[in-house]
């Protein structure tokens, strides 16, 4: 897959052919930065109280968006856009990618954060712990699907959008980019396919 | 559509991420006992070394657009700068001192410079 991405930079022709139609908006959302300051504050309380509850609601909350998220994009929603016509695409993609610039990220802190902290308080993360090898496949699962969303995958997404501001995006580029977005967001969903099933084992014991 | 060559940025960072990750996880699962840090530290070396020449390379570039990297690279900066420091309190609060703590702070200082970069190439080579 990595072979495939494109190791060249493409100028934009002076008129790119058939650029689709785009409504006006923004890269960042820039109304939602106030949320994502206050969850991230709540987050560090949280550490900071070091109280099971609120490290738990932190955990499995945005442990399980961040889940369903990759899951969604994945499965569903990601073979969808790549089904689409330009325009409904492009469509799509100037709604939902803003957001996930947002989303995506705070999500993934307060789970690793608040998952740091609550194995650190329960002994899950020690090596004497029963299940450590379960702990370290999850670090191993983890881990992986942070090099693909932060090399890939996110850098992918950012550039699309900055694409569609362009007053003549280009079919062409944004097809690439989408592509690497859609093969990526496939990965990173059965990643979380291994991260379920290490999760449930881990909680039962 | 003419097209002009550039260092193979994303590849390297790829690696220097899965570096990264490597040392941290070759750290986390042997806490909270000792921790033999040979290999992290080699492994964070490598990342750093990577990276290193990932910027080198994009700033020997010919024809790329510079000023589009940093307009996109300095605000990711500052997110990542945010995220890697949520991440470094959550060590220092747990207690991780010494050399796992300077370890764990250049991974993460390695982590904080790389996605921004990664992010600012992947926009700029299309402007």
């Known amino acids: 897959m990595l072979a495939s991405m494109t190791d060249v930079a493409v100028p934009v022709p002076a008129a790119a052919p058939e650029a689709p139609p785009r409504p006006d908006f923004e890269i960042v959302p820039l109304r939602g930065i106030p949320i994502v300051g ?8 949280a550490i900071l109280a070091n109280k099971l509850w609120a490290l738990e609601f932190f955990h499995v909350a945005a442990g399980g968006l961040w889940t369903s998220f990759d899951l969604f994009l994945g499965f569903v929603l990601g073979p ?3 089904r689409l016509a330009i325009p409904a695409r492009v469509e799509l993609t100037t709604r939902l990618m803003p957001k996930l610039l947002l989303i995506m990220p705070t999500l993934v802190t307060c789970t690793l954060a608040s998952g740091w902290q609550l194995g650190r308080l329960l002994g899950t993360v020690e090596s004497g712990y029963v299940n450590h090898s379960w702990i370290v496949a999850s670090y191993i699962v983890v881990g992986v699907m942070a090099v693909i969303a932060l090399a890939v995958l996110e850098p992918a997404n950012v550039a699309v959008l900055f ?9 062409q580029i944004i097809g690439g980019l989408m592509k690497r977005f859609i093969y990526t967001a496939g990965i990173t969903g059965a990643m979380q396919v291994a991260t379920l099933i290490i999760m449930t084992k881990i909680a039962t014991g | 559509m003419s097209e002009r060559r550039l260092p193979p940025v994303t590849e390297l960072g790829v690696v220097s991420m899965a570096l990264i990750v490597a040392g941290g996880i070759t750290i986390a699962a042997s806490l909270p006992g000792d921790v033999a840090l040979g290999l992290p530290v080699a492994l964070l070396a490598a990342s750093a070394l990577v990276m290193v020449a ?3 390379a994009l700033a020997r570039a010919p024809g790329f657009n510079r000023a589009a990297f940093f307009g996109v690279a300095k605000w990711a900066l500052l997110a990542y700068c945010v995220i890697a420091g949520i991440l470094w309190f959550v060590f220092v609060h747990d207690g991780t001192r010494g050399g796992v703590l300077a370890v764990l702070t250049l991974s993460l200082v ?4 790389h996605v921004p970069l990664l992010i600012g190439f992947t926009v700029a080579r299309y402007q």
């Open chain 1, 80 to 82: 969808i856009l790549g």
């Open chain 1, 163 to 171: 694409e569609l501001k362009k007053p003549r995006p280009d079919p």
């Open chain 2, 110 to 113: 390695v982590f904080a410079i």
């Open chain 1, 38 to 45: 206050a969850v991230l504050v709540a987050l560090v309380a």
């Open chain 2, 54 to 56: 990932n910027v080198v």
